[in-house]
């Protein structure tokens, strides 16, 4: 589970993620340390697809094959506060009851985001990812919208 506070520059469409929180069912922690960077490794990867991460294709060609012209996370685009929950019931196949954590912080992202753009604009973006030029044409097409009428943003 996770969820996101953002802020959001209206004038260019650009989301950028003020605060986290990603909550992790891992049964037992065996090693607490080694389940939050785990954790922390999910968002920060699923931050990619959600806001930026996508391959452009042109006739059947590959636009953006490297890293010079496929955008993923960096640094600047961590939240400026992550926190990570490992909620520990004992229930998992593992010893002392542990389960896998794997990427499961990468899952809830790109939803926990989508709601707080709802939340602050009501805006609801339903394509990912959540690029500037997305955001901003789903807010200027809400504004345009005649009060009443819903905010399904493509």
Not at 7 to 28: H, K, N, P
Not at 84 to 90: P, Q
Request: hydrophobic share 35%; aromatic share 4%; net charge negative.
């Amino acid at each position: 589970m996770g969820a996101a506070e953002i802020r959001l520059d209206g004038e260019t469409g650009q989301i950028r993620v003020e605060r986290y929180v990603s909550l992790a069912d891992v049964g037992r922690a065996i090693n607490p340390q080694q389940c939050h960077g785990q954790d922390e490794g999910g968002v920060v990867m699923g931050l990619g697809p959600s806001l930026f991460e996508a391959l452009q294709f042109e006739g059947g060609r590959l636009l953006n094959p490297g890293l010079t012209q496929y955008r993923v996370p960096t640094f600047e685009d961590l939240p400026g506060h992550l926190e990570t929950v490992l909620v520990e019931n004992g229930d998992g196949p593992g010893p002392y009851g542990a389960k896998g954590i794997g990427e499961s912080g990468l899952i809830p992202v790109a939803p926990a985001l989508a709601n707080a753009l709802a939340d602050l604009t009501g805006v609801r973006l339903t394509e990912l990812p959540m690029t500037p030029e997305r955001v901003w044409r789903a807010l200027q097409q809400a504004r345009r919208r005649p009060a009443g009428q819903g905010t399904g943003g493509r």
